[in-house]
């Protein structure tokens, strides 16, 4: 039990564009998903956290109108990254939780923009 | 100070050792310990919870937490060389809330 999917596993993108990835909860429901960001050698760095049917909670220094979260069900969650650059290549990871505690995390989505 | 410490390692023991992992912590309503695995271009990977002082055993892992002095640990008996990763500690304040992560303990298993 417990599983998260994420889509795609890795993508590449020109400057510019938009990418979003998908969050899902298999086998259970996630009133709870968590977006973290880990760029090589550090730790996981959580950029927002998302109710479902509501607005995400955004992480100090991470802009809002550039990563886009949409939590539209118990079982899914997109992050939009916007006008990508190269310095938003990362290690994109999400993670989902029912309404206990623990957090089940994603297989994680590798993002270079060129 | 972080909210949450780990010895960033790395941690080199034998194969078939016991592995000593360790992690501090600074806000004291803290109510929830994790301890995730990961390895080098993955996601993390839970491995154990604890949530009352005292020690909780699954298979090789024990966690140990001892609230009063603000420390959570993980033991790794018998390691394997498979047991090569980073383990993050992590710390939930509130029911539901987010968690903080340390900065991870590379443990390396030598065969």
């Known amino acids: 039990g417990a599983v998260v999917s994420q889509h795609p596993s890795r993508v590449i993108c020109k400057s510019g564009t938009s990418v979003k990835i998908e969050c899902r909860s298999l086998?259970?429901?996630?009133?709870?998903m968590f977006w973290y960001r880990q760029f090589p050698k550090q730790s996981l760095m959580l950029m927002a956290t998302?109710?479902?049917?509501?607005?995400?909670?955004?992480e100090q220094g991470v802009e809002k109108d550039k990563f886009l979260i949409n939590h539209a069900s118990l079982t899914l969650s997109t992050l939009t990254v916007t006008s990508a650059h190269p310095e938003d290549s990362s290690f994109y990871i999400c993670?989902?939780?029912?309404?206990?505690?623990?957090?089940?995390f994603g297989p994680g989505t590798r993002l270079l923009v060129l | 100070q972080k909210e949450v410490e780990q010895n960033s390692g790395p941690l080199s023991v034998p194969e078939g050792a016991i592995a000593s992992l360790n992690c501090t912590y600074s806000?004291?309503?803290?109510?929830?310990f994790f301890w995730y695995r990961q390895y080098s271009g993955k996601s993390p990977e839970l491995i154990m919870s604890?949530?009352?002082?005292g020690d909780k055993e699954d298979g090789r892992f024990t966690a140990q937490l001892n609230k009063a002095s603000q420390y959570v640990s993980l033991l790794i008996r018998d390691s394997q060389p498979s047991d090569s990763a980073t383990y993050l500690c992590?710390?939930?304040?509130?029911?539901?809330?987010?968690?903080?992560f340390g900065a991870g303990t590379i443990l390396r298993v030598k065969s």
């Open positions: 993670s989902a939780s029912s309404s206990g505690q623990t957090q089940y």
């Open positions: 806000d004291r309503v803290s109510q929830s």
């Open positions: 086998d259970f429901q996630a009133t709870t």
């Open positions: 998302s109710n479902e049917g509501s607005k995400a909670t955004y």
């Open positions: 992590a710390v939930n304040k509130e029911y539901g809330n987010k968690l903080v």
């Open positions: 604890i949530y009352s002082n």
